[in-house]
């Protein structure tokens, strides 16, 4: 059986971090930027840390190679 490749686009918009959570940017800042308030648009500049959960299903389904 042939080795399953990763997941493409999970590769561009997921990291594991060294502790193994996952980190994926914010969304809603793609456009309309000056409707969102200043503390929405500063909190949302890092990455943000998925749920636990969230994050076991992204590398049980996209990022695990087997």
Same mark, same amino acid.
């Given at each position: /059986?042939?080795? $399953?490749?990763?997941?493409? !686009?999970? #590769?561009?918009?997921?990291?594991?971090? &060294?502790? !193994?959570?996952?980190?994926?940017? &914010?969304? !809603?800042? @793609?456009? !309309? /930027?000056? #409707?969102?308030?200043?503390? /929405? #648009? @500063?909190? &949302?500049?890092?990455? $943000?840390?998925?749920?636990? &959960?969230?994050?076991?299903?992204?590398?049980?389904?996209? $990022? @695990?190679?087997?």
């Amino acid at each position: /059986m042939p080795k $399953l490749k990763t997941h493409s !686009g999970s #590769k561009k918009r997921f990291r594991v971090t &060294a502790s !193994g959570k996952i980190k994926s940017g &914010a969304a !809603g800042k @793609r456009h !309309g /930027m000056r #409707k969102r308030s200043q503390d /929405m #648009k @500063r909190t &949302a500049r890092q990455g $943000l840390i998925l749920f636990k &959960a969230d994050g076991e299903n992204i590398v049980e389904h996209f $990022l @695990r190679q087997h």
